[in-house]
């Protein structure tokens, strides 16, 4: 009877041997190695770790969200779930025992499966976002509401620097962008969305004069990295090809870029006109931007007329981009069309662009076709080169014009614009030239793939319009007829474009990517911008030799994919309409190729970035749900057209299983730690880190059921539960309920003269940031342990975290003395820097408080 | 008061007693009629590995609900060093509407007190809890009178029958939720935590009450470790099926009168619904094992009443509940009710109970109210197969069975329920289109 029942029995453990036990750095050396098989590897672990802590330790992945490394698995998320040979359920990793002979796979099928859907599950009590709409409608996703809130304190130069993170011409933006962000606004709930583009601009234009005025370099978004001895060739100057240059640049590689025409710029140039978009004072004064980081410009050097791609390639560079857009003008396939009078609207352009008359244009009655933007400026600039009479006409609805925002300006300097018509056939009178165009009416048909109506011909609504010249301006693609022996090895797509990948860029031939407009097809300016920055990650990952299969998930990481909206409406904000940029007078403008908006003042763009609400998630970029809800395809897709019908935006928590969810209030109350208790999981991670490592016990599970939420006792708010403003809940929470506060303060200044070397802060300091130096002073060589009152700290009579750092350091010394070796590396992070430093090296030098006094010179 | 129902005179009654005592507290009536004389051979003859060997003979199972082979739960406690040990005895009977347990302690106080020192015997524990819910105010003053009653005779206490061995047994009143009925989660709420299940494995065999071995034994169990120690392996085994010898105390909830009754198991579900009164007609479904129970047809009426054969048609002996219902239920309408109190019951520590449970329900709400969404069908599929994969403990899986035995025995009701209503039509294109959508796009970058 005693055999079964008089073992000897454990000593009781207190908290922090138990973690010492329990944790993966901390097991001892000695302890009996297992071998476990994961995913059809052999790994080594030691015996009483958990199947995570083996994976971990052998560098396998298994996602988690409630696991804290500080403490023993809790087993809240179910997302470490594992499939283990001969097992019915799959187990939870963080909590088995990893035992020698045990067949584990971590990403088969059905356990992938179990995570997506407990990740659809949390997504449908989420009731929060990530990222701002603006932010994520945008092609190249500017953190808008990072560079407006530096706008709203006047920082201009700061504001340049965020915005340059993802485009580095904000001045050329802020004039040409057609503002995708601007029609997401969500301030537009409250009165009027934000002016997002004129907001940039006016900070870009701070910058531009301090550099013309002051010679103060523009700010560079990154740290340029040292330089790599690499070359890369980008043909072509426009915004594609530009800022792949500037972001290669930064990265370290030496990039010469080649120009076509006489001066860099492509479309900004030869396709926008002068009153849009100054060339000298804006373009050119940003493009330096480029020239000053180091970049060349060879102008006049035309690929397949000047050079060829093994020209390049034979002249070492080690990679070349393929930037040159599209510049052949689509064909309207109607009889007639190259009659004499039927114009290129881009040819008539790059000459009118440059400011010069186009040969016998004034007094001409002209008809412009098409509904983009270059329609647009072949319009206002007929308008602005004496024209009798300009008639402006597109085949869909004004709503569905890509360039419907400039329409009531261009009418108001005095050009027609006809809806809803297609051109039939172009009339020639007797000499041969262009005497007019017919047209049919359009009636509007079911909505196509890009969400607008399908304009269809209604028959026996012909008309006619007589005019001298034709504009045509129906959309361009590239030009790829230098295709061949010297550049061979690339392929077209079906819409005659040039083949690249979307996430590497690469083309058919080594070491060429293709980029911008001749990749996708004529787009926008900012769509180009976002194209070029892209593949200047492919280019330079490439060129450093890594493994561009990597970057797709690298990439696909990187950018705000998901659409992640919120559904709360704002009901308190204060009503304060847009400041709008005023424009010259028609009169004025339309013999002129002056800008023709008038910028903001300071004040004004001041008060104008001050409106937006920075409706964004602080957690977002080290937010593990949406990271694993993009790993796990559990997020929305970009926002499409059918979706905001009726309804409104789709949310966050839109997915198969949309049901109820909570709305919680934020709770504001700290001085340090905001939580947003919508944003929370309850996984429970900031309870038990509070109660467990701090000893606080600011948060615990509430309520019972679908209802039940990590929060504060009977939702008291945080400033008066126990809180030791330690911070910890807010490092430890996985998503971004509980955050460190923004904070003006970002740091202390000691007055070392005035000190008197009490140690108190050394003592109260939970983390570290304040130690004894080895020349502490003499006469406190004898003070005993702390007497002074810790406050808080001390009203809790379980492990705190002064005696757990301290524990832990007398755990180093006898590691140390028992001549065990310890990877630093697999510390805890908490540990003293020094200490970390220290250790192997030179034994003994322990620098923490606890034999600190014992350290006299 | 629940009422006692009356069973044939043949079936033996290990738990309740051959006819209830005058006083169940009078401690020589009780004696005399063969209290702890159990675990009197369990400490003059038998060793705690003895008292373990009998239990295994007699092929007991624990009574809470899962029929987990009690012996193998004691070996562990007892083979797994620690400097101490507890047992729980577990009548909290989490279940609202079933009262067997309060019952037992009531009528049988001393059986369950030498169950507990058995077993603390067995594992050479030297302190026991039993659990009961404070509202159960006389089954708490009867088994506190007889704690005190046979501490004063030596049959607990300071020297357990002069063995020089020590057992405090204390009676715990817990106020709490449904959820207790899951042992780690009666654990934490006895440690003064909040009530969350742990993780098994460990089991609170190995690691429970405040980290050390633990064995936690629904009362019934006890009361039967102490009546084979008294009457034999051989004799217990006689009783009830030969893979679940024994009996157990089931509630039957009929529509021609409902009471308690102590049934060998292995007894078919009809012989023990007839003990509350023989209905004209066949019941519309049945509900077996309480609120996360099993909804049956009228034809498994034959099934007998033991943990195996419950299992394998998709119900549970659970509570202990057996309720039939009318001839006109609706049974979806039922399974909804339970979904909902089980969902409302989760403790909110894991993603697929504390949402996914919840998800259950809704799914449930729309069907029954003519709304289903077109992907509800497999919804309730797809999602009752996660949750049993992916649940922490018992009451997360236990709560999709509801559903899922509609799914399975009542089809032709539920696809009824599942046939679109006209005006919700456009509202569910659209989450069809959207869904689709979804699922067709790659994620670009």
């Given at each position: 009877m005693t055999d079964l029942i008089t073992r000897p029995a454990p000593p009781e453990q207190t908290l922090s041997e138990r973690l010492l036990t329990t944790q993966a750095p901390q097991r001892p050396q000695s302890t009996p190695v297992i071998r476990v098989e994961v995913d059809g590897r052999l790994v080594e672990g030691r015996e009483g770790q958990t199947i995570l802590e083996v994976c971990r330790d052998n560098g396998i992945e298994i996602p988690t969200l409630c696991y804290e490394p500080k403490l023993p698995g809790f087993g809240a998320c179910r997302m470490c779930v594992v499939e283990v040979e001969g097992e019915e359920h799959p187990p939870i990793s963080c909590s088995r025992e990893a035992e020698t002979g045990m067949k584990v796979s971590t990403q088969s099928e059905p356990v992938r499966r179990l995570r997506a859907t407990n990740l659809e599950l949390i997504f449908s009590d989420h009731n929060a976002y990530c990222l701002p709409p603006c932010q994520n409608k945008c092609p190249s996703h500017i953190d808008i509401p990072g560079f407006l809130k530096q706008n709203a304190e006047g920082n201009w130069r700061e504001s340049s620097r965020i915005f340059k993170r993802t485009i580095p011409f904000p001045s050329v933006l802020g004039r040409v962008c057609p503002a995708p962000c601007e029609e997401h606004c969500r301030r537009d709930e409250v009165d009027e969305a934000i002016a997002i583009r004129d907001s940039h601009r006016y900070a870009g234009d701070q910058v531009l004069k301090a550099m013309l005025n002051d010679g103060i370099d523009p700010p560079v978004p990154f740290e340029v990295q040292p330089k790599t001895g690499r070359r890369v060739a980008v043909i072509g100057s426009g915004p594609a090809g530009m800022s792949a240059a500037y972001y290669l640049l930064i990265a370290g590689h030496e990039v010469t870029v080649f120009e076509r025409d006489g001066a860099p710029g492509g479309m900004l140039r030869y396709g926008i006109p002068q009153y849009r978009l100054p060339k000298v004072e804006v373009l050119e004064a940003e493009y330096e931007s480029v020239t000053r980081l180091g970049g060349r410009i060879e102008c006049n050097q035309a690929l397949g007329r000047d050079f060829s791609l093994d020209d390049l390639q034979g002249q070492g560079f080690d990679a070349v981009l393929v930037a040159i857009g599209c510049y052949d003008t689509n064909k309207l396939g109607i009889p007639n069309e190259d009659a004499d009078g039927v114009l290129d609207g881009l040819e008539y352009l790059q000459t009118a662009t440059l400011g010069l008359p186009y040969p016998g244009h004034a007094g001409k009655r002209i008809v412009v076709i098409g509904g983009g933007f270059t329609s647009m400026d072949c319009t206002r600039t007929s308008v602005r080169q004496g024209a009798a009479e300009v008639t402006l006409v597109y085949r869909r609805d004004m709503k569905d014009m890509p360039a419907s925002d400039e329409v009531h300006e261009a009418i108001e300097e005095g050009a027609t614009a006809i809806f809803q018509a297609a051109p039939t056939r172009v009339l020639v009178g007797p000499d041969g030239k262009v005497s007019g165009v017919e047209f049919i009416r359009n009636k509007l048909g079911e909505p196509d793939a890009s969400g607008r109506r399908r304009p269809e011909p209604a028959p026996g609504t012909e008309f006619s319009i007589e005019c001298d010249r034709v504009l045509l301006a129906i959309g361009q693609g590239p030009d790829l007829s230098w295709f061949g022996p010297g550049s061979d090895g690339l392929t077209a797509t079906k819409q005659r474009r040039l083949k690249a990948d979307a996430v590497t860029f690469e083309t058919g031939r080594p070491g060429v990517f293709g980029t911008g407009d001749v990749r996708i097809g004529a787009a926008t300016v900012v769509a180009a911008i976002a194209e070029g920055r892209r593949s200047a990650y492919a280019v330079d990952a490439f060129v450093k030799g890594l493994d561009l299969s990597a970057l797709k998930t690298r990439q696909t990481l990187a950018e705000p994919q998901p659409e992640f909206l919120s559904i709360v409406p704002f009901t308190s904000e204060v009503k304060e309409p847009r400041y709008r940029l005023k424009a010259m007078d028609a009169e004025l403008r339309n013999h002129s190729y002056v800008e023709y908006e008038i910028p903001y003042t300071r004040a004004e763009a001041v008060a104008e970035s001050t409106r937006c609400l920075q409706c964004t998630c602080e957690a977002i970029g080290f937010c593990d749900l949406r990271r694993l809800g993009i790993e796990y395809g559990t997020t929305l897709p970009t926002l499409e057209p059918g979706f905001h019908a009726g309804a409104g935006y789709r949310s966050v928590s839109e997915n198969r299983f949309t049901g109820t969810n909570h709305d919680y209030i934020r709770d504001d109350s700290h001085a340090f730690i905001l939580r947003e208790p919508s944003r929370c999981i309850d996984c429970g991670r900031c309870a038990q880190v509070c109660s467990?490592?701090?000893?606080?016990?600011c948060y615990d599970f509430m309520r019972i059921g679908f209802d039940t939420l990590v929060t504060t006792p009977l939702d008291m708010s945080l400033n008066d539960s126990p809180c030791v403003s330690c911070g910890r809940c807010a490092e430890t929470c996985p998503t971004g309920a509980l955050m460190p506060k923004p904070r003006v303060l970002q740091k202390y200044e000691v007055d070392e003269s005035r000190c008197?070397?009490?140690g108190i802060c050394v003592d109260a300091c939970p983390y570290d940031a304040l130690r004894d130096g080895g020349d502490f002073e003499l006469a406190h060589a004898s003070r005993q342990e702390p007497t002074i009152d810790l406050m808080a700290l001390a009203m809790v009579d379980r492990e705190t975290e002064m005696t757990y750092i301290r524990r832990e350091r007398d755990w180093l010394d006898r590691a140390r003395a028992d001549g065990r070796i310890v990877d630093p590396g697999r510390l805890l992070p908490m540990l003293p820097a020094g200490i970390v430093a220290d250790l192997g090296t030179s034994p003994g030098n322990g620098s923490g408080h606890s034999n600190g006094h014992a350290h006299n010179k | 008061m629940t009422s006692l129902l009356k069973t044939p005179a043949a079936w033996p009654r290990p738990l309740l007693g051959k006819a209830s005592a005058a006083d169940p507290v009078d401690l020589d009536a009780a004696v005399k009629a063969g209290a702890f004389d159990g675990l009197k051979k369990a400490v003059r003859t038998l060793a705690p590995a003895g008292v373990v060997a009998e239990i295994r003979a007699s092929g007991l199972r624990g009574r809470g609900g899962a029929g987990f082979p009690t012996a193998d739960k004691w070996q562990v406690a007892a083979a797994t060093p620690a400097d101490r040990r507890y047992v729980v005895a577990n009548g909290y009977g989490a279940d609202p509407a079933v009262r067997t347990d309060a019952l037992l302690m009531e009528m049988n106080p001393y059986g369950l007190i030498e169950g507990v020192a058995i077993a603390a015997w067995a594992i050479g524990s030297d302190s026991a809890i039993i659990a009961v819910r404070a509202t159960e105010t006389e089954a708490i003053r009867r088994l506190e009178a007889a704690i005190g009653a046979a501490e004063e005779a030596g049959f607990i206490g300071a020297d357990v029958l002069g063995s020089g061995r020590e057992l405090m047994v204390e009676v715990r009143p817990v106020q709490g939720a449904y959820m207790l009925g899951e042992e780690t989660v009666l654990l934490k709420a006895l440690e003064g935590k909040r009530g969350q299940p742990e993780q098994r494995p460990p089991h609170p065999a190995e690691r429970g009450l405040f980290s050390r071995p633990t064995v936690v034994q629904n009362i019934q169990t006890l009361v039967l470790a102490a009546w084979i120690l008294r009457e034999g392996a051989a004799a217990f085994r006689a009783?009830?099926?030969?893979?679940a010898p024994g009996t157990i105390l089931v509630q039957v909830r009929g529509t021609a009168g409902s009471g308690i009754a102590e049934v060998p198991l292995g007894t078919p579900l009809r012989v023990i619904l007839e003990l509350a009164g023989k209905n004209a007609a066949a019941p519309r479904a049945l509900l077996v094992g309480g609120p996360s129970g099993g909804i049956l047809p009228a034809e498994l009426l034959d099934t007998p009443y033991s943990f195996a054969e419950l299992r394998a048609i998709g119900a549970h002996v659970g509570s202990g509940s057996i309720v039939a219902t009318g001839t006109n239920a609706d049974v979806l309408e039922l399974a909804e009710l339970l979904t909902r109190f089980c969902a409302g019951e989760a403790c909110g520590k894991t993603i697929p109970c504390r949402i996914g449970t919840r998800r259950l329900e809704e799914i449930a709400t729309r069907i029954n109210a003519g709304t289903?969404?077109?992907t509800d069908a497999d919804l309730l599929v797809e999602l009752s197969a996660d949750i049993v994969a992916s649940a922490l403990c018992d009451h997360e899986r236990l709560t999709t069975l509801p559903l899922s035995s509609v799914m399975r025995y009542f089809r032709p009701e539920l696809d009824a329920k599942l046939q679109p209503v006209a005006e919700h039509t456009a509202g569910r294109q659209r989450i069809a289109v959207a869904d689709g959508e979804r699922r067709t796009e790659a994620p670009t970058a």
């Open positions: 467990e490592v701090v000893g606080a016990a008197i070397l009490c | 009783i009830g099926s030969p893979d289903p969404r077109p």
